[in-house]
């Protein structure tokens, strides 16, 4: 079940679920594309479980296939929290 | 060793229950699934038990996804971290004999179920870096078998599943595998022609135990390095 939740609070989190995956904290923007930070399928499929286990919000493989930056995951999680 | 157990499913007999032993005997804690054979299942939590393991029973039909859901729950005892799907049926028939329900159930719970209980299971095991899968196929999943046509194409798909699942998740440290065993004394080939021991090289049907030490070595440790492949154990009958 999604909550309401602030971009802030989604951005934290996935920002410490990458910093939790092994991705440097300084590297770390929104701008950031997910290629440039090392973030591959695998990470964004764990990214996906800390987002459901947070917000309770479903991320199918769908959904991010085409993202490209880490600001875009925060974005889609935003949208699909509404 | 990583914290977590190991979960047999349709560890009540046969080589799920040989199998549940031998991860226990491994220092596992292990998670007994059954669907009706409680009694069984609770003889084999006992008996891992008396030998100083640690283990529990859970009641569970891989082919109900809500089952599913709870069969892989973490526990007291961590995520899940070993996964031997092992529950299987079979209802033969030539094929053109072979009804609707007889090749969906055959489906539903050999392949459907094994691959709803390694979806469950890997988003744990991604998160530990460590993982161990081992589907309990078939030599008939590798060679054809009249009157198996949905047993056969099940156990054909573990396999394929196995494979494929072993290359998405090789780079954290989770190794999929298979093994296939051949004639096995257990109560799944109870009733099938007794001649079919003349045709294997070792000149016996194989023991549960010796399916479950082939399972045993590939949820250890030791076999960080063998993953996507499929072990036969069937004294030399596809050899």
Request: aromatic share 4%; glycine share 10%; charged share 25%.
């Amino acid at each position: 079940m999604a909550t309401k939740v602030s971009e802030e609070q989604v951005e934290q989190q996935i920002f410490d679920g990458l910093v939790e995956l092994g991705t440097e904290r300084a590297v770390l923007s929104r701008e950031a594309t997910l290629e440039s930070i090392d973030v591959d399928s695998l990470d964004l499929v764990e990214l996906a479980q800390i987002v459901e286990d947070e917000f309770g919000v479903e991320l199918r493989g769908d959904d991010v296939k085409d993202v490209r930056t880490v600001g875009e995951v925060i974005e889609l999680v935003v949208a699909k929290a509404e | 060793m990583p914290e977590g157990y190991a979960l047999v499913t349709g560890a009540s007999r046969g080589i799920g229950a040989a199998t549940a032993l031998e991860l226990a005997r491994r220092g596992w804690p292990v998670r007994v699934n059954y669907r009706e054979d409680e009694e069984g299942a609770r003889e084999i939590v006992a008996q891992i038990e008396a030998d100083g393991g640690s283990a529990h029973a859970r009641r569970g039909d891989v082919a109900s996804v809500e089952d599913v859901r709870e069969l892989l729950e973490p526990g007291e005892l961590g995520p899940v971290l070993v996964l031997v799907n092992n529950a299987g049926l079979r209802l033969d028939g030539l094929s053109p004999q072979l009804d609707d329900e007889q090749w969906q159930r055959v489906i539903d719970v050999n392949l459907n179920g094994a691959f709803r209980t390694i979806r469950a299971a890997l988003p744990p095991m991604l998160r530990a870096r460590f993982g161990r899968i081992v589907n309990v196929a078939s030599i008939v999943g590798l060679r054809a078998n009249a009157g198996q046509a949905n047993y056969a194409a099940s156990k054909a798909g573990v396999i394929s599943l196995a494979r494929t699942v072993a290359v998405e998740v090789a780079r954290r440290g989770i190794t999929v595998n298979s093994v296939a065993p051949g004639l096995i004394e257990t109560r799944l080939t109870e009733g099938l022609d007794g001649s079919l021991a003349d045709a294997i090289p070792a000149r016996r049907v194989g023991r549960p135990e010796e399916v479950a030490a082939c399972i045993g070595f590939l949820a250890s440790e030791e076999a960080s390095y063998v993953t996507g492949t499929t072990l036969t154990v069937d004294g030399g009958l596809s050899a």
